[in-house]
């Protein structure tokens, strides 16, 4: 399932549009559209993030089409950790520290 057939999901579970997500998640509403007119190739990380934390739903959840599960995972040499075992704020700073790690040692 790609990117925006998620966020129909998701605003479907909720009752929301693409204004009232946009009002809610604090992601300009021309940023939402533009991922459903551009696709989402280019989404930044910092605005797949956001509505990561809104939906509360991994950021490997919609930024990967082949995953279904809203649950994130990490994968590490040693196998997986499931970040589903953590609370609601270790969650959060789970996902802060890959945006680091990625902004760090990105190329």
Known sequence: MILTEKLDLLMN????????????????YTTIVSLY??????????????LARFFNVSLDYLADDRV????SRIVASAGHF?????????????EEYIEFLAD????
């Open 13 to 28: 579970e909720r009752g929301l549009n693409k204004s009232q997500l946009a009002a809610q998640s604090g992601v300009p």
């Open 37 to 50: 007119e551009k696709g989402a190739e280019n989404a930044k990380r910092s605005t797949l993030l956001s």
């Open 68 to 71: 279904e599960d809203r649950t």
């Open 82 to 94: 499931d970040v589903s075992r953590l609370t609601p704020e270790g969650r959060e700073r789970y």
């Open 104 to 107: 760090k040692f990105s190329k």
